[in-house]
């Protein structure tokens, strides 16, 4: 766990009881960050302050895995690609149980642009990553509904042969499983699929 003591938003010093509930009581801003969902309402100054706040902590144990993940998220929320990729490497590296690794790396491995329009290469890493994320973390349906959005814009649209599972198989699949809806329509946002019309569709499982 991060050795941070203070909000990185405002500064406050935090108490066991607002670490556990991950929020600061001055400002309630997430105190660590798990997941690309919670940067949504940052800009790029504030998303800054947590990127200077997780440096610190990595000069401290380069391998924090909240650090590492922060930093990770961090990046792919401002477009920057290649940064993101570096530090969820890294975090894959050091962590390999962690699942949320794999799955934003999968995420981020697409460099912001539609399952479509990229090589056969590209989607068969981010498949890979996605079907380790599901191994090590079965319970979350996150997993399984980006890797169907991946294959029904790639294969599907473009007409080629669909891998197994299909699309159809993963997300009745995931409606038994734990699902955050902001958290995978922000994963969808990051790969240019288009929002509201795929979101609504993969919840009705119309695909």
Known sequence: ??????????????????????????????????SVAYLEKFDHPAIQ?????NVEALKSDPDDQDALLSMGLCYLRLGLFDMAERFLGKLIDAHPEA???????AIG?????????????????AEQLLL?????EPNNGRHDIVLA????????VNGLRVPDPSPAELLDGAQSKHLDRNEIARGLALMSIPEPSFSAAIFAKQI
């Open 49 to 53: 302050k947590y990127i200077a706040s």
């Open 132 to 136: 380790t994320a599901m191994t090590l």
């Open 149 to 156: 959005a991946i294959r029904h814009d790639y294969y599907v």
């Open 1 to 34: 766990m991060s050795t941070v003591e203070t909000c990185p938003q405002c500064g406050w010093t935090f108490d066991t009881e607002a670490l556990q509930a991950n929020t600061c009581k001055k400002c309630r801003s997430a105190i660590l960050i798990t």
């Open 99 to 105: 699942a949320s690794g794999y799955y934003y790396k």
């Open 109 to 125: 491995c697409l460099k912001g642009h539609r399952p479509r329009t990229v090589t056969l290469n590209t989607i068969r890493a």
